[in-house]
């Protein structure tokens, strides 16, 4: 069975960090783009940041850049995203997901992450 | 990178057809065929419905369709079934190289 399981989420106050883990197993993520979006409780689905395969190219939302590193441990099957300087607005349940082509076919069941005082 | 246009809501009764809409930009929608959609049933994690303006993956079911004019893509539900209430999200490459979704419309099957 394909799983994809993020872990890492908590309430953390603002201006903290935290480290996002999304862990595959049934499939192998080394060959593939891997993506990590977001949803605000009771909101729409926002793009966060994707890398490549081997970990050298990553992309990031304006929102994000500059606070966000996402990174991979393909020798773990493992993808993660680093978060600094966190704000209120980042709260939302973080998913990751693989993507097959230009659709992203495999999805985690999320990690809520909460910033608050 | 502003969100993609979608309706809040499209509704329609079993078997009739609804199509939602998707209003992007010549920087996103209208430069690729990279365009994709996810259903959303409440909490549950999104489900890919079609990549690639109109490819379905295996195990979607045909009556999920999608297309694209210019700037606007779209997916078409036929024979609508009280299964497919969910929430709709469509989802662009953009000239950024980064990704956009939309705003997302709920499917109500009366």
């Known amino acids: 069975e394909v799983q994809l399981v993020e872990s890492g989420g908590d309430l953390v106050q603002p201006g903290g960090s935290l480290r996002l883990s999304c862990a595959a197993s049934g499939i192998t993520l080394s060959s593939y783009w891997m993506h990590w979006v977001r949803q605000a409780p009771g909101k729409g689905l926002v793009w966060v940041s994707r890398?490549?395969?081997?970990?050298?190219?990553?992309t990031y939302a304006d929102s994000v850049k500059g606070r966000f590193s996402i990174s991979r441990d393909n020798a773990k099957n493992t993808v993660y995203l680093q978060m600094n300087s966190l704000r209120a607005e980042d709260t939302a349940v973080y998913y990751c997901?693989?993507?097959?082509?230009?659709?992203?076919?495999?999805w985690g069941q999320g990690t809520l992450v909460t910033v608050s005082s | 990178q502003s969100a993609l246009t979608q309706p809040p809501s499209v509704s329609g009764s079993p078997g009739q057809s609804v199509t939602i809409s998707c209003i992007g930009t010549?920087?996103?929608?209208?430069?690729?065929?990279?365009v994709s959609w996810y259903q959303q049933p409440p909490d549950t994690a999104p489900k890919l419905m079609i990549y690639e303006v109109n490819n379905r993956p295996s195990g979607v079911p045909d009556r999920f369709s999608g297309s694209k004019s210019g700037n606007t893509a779209s997916l078409t539900i036929s024979g609508l079934q009280a299964e497919d209430e969910a929430d709709y999200y469509c989802?662009?490459?953009?000239?950024?190289?980064?990704?956009?979704f939309g705003t997302g419309t709920k499917v109500t099957v009366l």
């Open positions: 010549s920087s996103d929608v209208g430069s690729y065929d990279r």
């Open positions: 997901a693989r993507q097959n082509k230009y659709g992203n076919d495999y």
């Open positions: 890398v490549n395969g081997d970990g050298t190219s990553t």
């Open positions: 989802s662009s490459y953009t000239s950024s190289g980064t990704y956009v």
